[in-house]
């Protein structure tokens, strides 16, 4: 009966350990390299929210931009890649992923030309075939 009391009045108060906020960052990375690329866009975004100064700042905006940019990718949005591309060319200037984001806009500009041309060429065609049509055989 004595130990009981003892016991019982020795109760600790529950001391509250602090968890560790999560790393979006790299929880992003994780997704990238496994290619979950609406995942890695989610933790992106969060870790993007986060804070403005993040250490890692370029390179979730980096990534961000390339998932939101592949076709493939299940949230695909050439807008949103377009604007983060800007974000990164205006904030990180001397970032080795702004040489890249230069040569991806470069080429990106480059296919919609071609694309373009081949509209207008497929348009000149037509209107040729229409000509050659009326005429008199």
């Keep these: 009966m004595l130990l009981v009391a003892?016991?019982?009045?020795?109760?600790?108060?529950?001391?509250?350990?602090?968890?560790?906020?999560?790393?979006?960052?790299?929880?992003?990375?994780?997704?990238?390299?496994?290619?979950?690329?609406?995942?890695?866009?989610?933790?992106?975004?969060?870790?993007?929210?986060?804070?403005?100064?993040?250490?890692?700042?370029?390179?979730?905006?980096?990534?961000?931009?390339?998932?939101?940019?592949?076709?493939?990718?299940?949230?695909?949005d050439p807008a949103r890649a377009d604007g983060l591309f800007q974000t990164l060319l205006e904030e990180f200037t001397e970032s080795p992923y702004s040489a890249q984001v230069r040569s991806l806009l470069e080429l990106k500009a480059g296919l919609e030309n071609r694309e373009d041309q081949i509209k207008r060429l497929q348009k000149e065609l037509e209107q040729l075939k229409e000509i050659d049509l009326g005429r008199p055989r």
């Design 6 to 76: 003892a016991l019982g009045g020795c109760q600790k108060t529950p001391v509250s350990v602090p968890v560790p906020a999560p790393d979006y960052f790299q929880e992003g990375e994780q997704r990238f390299q496994q290619k979950d690329f609406s995942g890695a866009a989610r933790f992106y975004e969060l870790y993007l929210r986060g804070d403005s100064e993040a250490t890692n700042r370029e390179g979730a905006l980096f990534h961000l931009a390339l998932i939101y940019s592949f076709p493939d990718s299940p949230v695909h």
